[in-house]
């Protein structure tokens, strides 16, 4: 089932959507000043710029937007059957829960543009085994990816500028890391 949104709606909460699981889709009036939804079904910004909430039930493997720059704070949290995220080179911003509890989630592929990733942002997505980090500055929050039990190996760009505590606890099968941080 789908979730309209109509054009008198101009502010959807924090997770007005969570555990609503069998969500696949939601469709946007378009005469609506705020809120806009991809071809797939996201909740969006009206620029399409901002991922605002993904349909829990739609999972699979998912392709954000061209014009995606930031995923909303708990955008994506607790979708069960999500696999795959793709992302753009134009996300710069991950924010805080945004993929959170997410137990299917095994691959997540950015884009060159990521600079921030915001605390518990993937916490406790336990089949997340690889996260590609981009080159450039980036910042990595407090417990961005606590609990991530698959957690095979990462690699650190040295232009990482900050990163937050506990940002891999808990990551039982990390068996290789580096990080050599520019003085």
Not at 19 to 31: N, P
Not at 150 to 160: G, R
Request: hydrophobic share 40%; aromatic share 8%.
């Amino acid at each position: 089932p789908a979730a309209a949104i109509p054009a008198s709606v101009t502010d959807v909460g924090l997770q007005a959507f969570s555990r609503c699981d069998h969500l696949t889709a939601f469709t946007v009036d378009g005469a609506n000043s705020a809120y806009a939804h991809s071809g797939s079904g996201i909740l969006t910004n009206k620029a399409v710029t901002t991922i605002i909430q993904f349909p829990a039930g739609l999972g699979g493997s998912v392709d954000l937007p061209d014009t995606t720059t930031t995923i909303a704070d708990f955008a994506f949290h607790g979708s069960g059957t999500l696999n795959v995220v793709n992302m753009p080179n134009s996300v710069t911003s991950i924010g805080n829960d945004a993929f959170s509890f997410c137990p299917q989630l095994g691959t997540v592929n950015v884009g060159s543009g990521l600079i921030s990733i915001g605390n518990n942002a993937f916490m406790n997505c336990p089949q997340l085994t690889t996260f590609g980090f981009p080159t450039g500055p980036i910042s990595i929050g407090n417990s961005a990816f606590s609990g991530c039990a698959a957690l095979i190996a990462i690699s650190l760009p040295d232009s990482v500028n900050s990163l937050g505590t506990s940002a891999f606890a808990n990551c039982g099968a990390l068996q290789s890391h580096s990080w050599q941080r520019n003085p």
